[in-house]
């Protein structure tokens, strides 16, 4: 899977939710595959994080970590627990994006 399409996903995602994309860094995460990198005193997501080794599906680990981005753009939560906002939320973008047209435009290549 190109990095490119990756981010060219991620970009649309944001496009519809109508939020600031952040910067998608390739490099090594810990468990899990992707996390978001945030400021701690502002709250503010700085970057999503994504290992492409350990992340066994893309799509939810961007759709995951964009629920995390507008959390903490919103309500300043990080959602360290998975609080039930959180998992409300991440629902919601697994029902509208996961194997959308989306999907099939850039991630299927």
């Keep these: 899977m190109k990095k490119e ?4 996903y991620y970009h ?13 860094i390739f ?3 810990g468990k899990g595959g992707a996390c978001v990198r945030y400021d701690v ?3 503010k997501p700085l970057e999503i994080r994504i290992d492409l080794k350990r992340c066994h599906d893309i799509e939810w680990g961007i759709l995951h970590e964009t629920a995390h ?3 903490l753009l919103k309500y300043g939560d990080q959602a360290q627990k998975h ?3 959180f998992r409300k939320l991440q629902d919601i973008f697994i029902d ?3 194997y959308s047209v989306l999907t099939w435009k850039y991630l299927a290549k």
């Design 5 to 8: 399409n990756i981010i060219k």
């Design 83 to 85: 609080n039930l906002r």
């Design 27 to 29: 490099c090594n995460v």
């Design 41 to 43: 005193r502002t709250k």
């Design 12 to 24: 649309e995602v944001c496009k519809f939710e109508k939020i600031q994309p952040i910067p998608i």
């Design 96 to 98: 509208k994006y996961m």
């Design 69 to 71: 981005q507008v959390l």
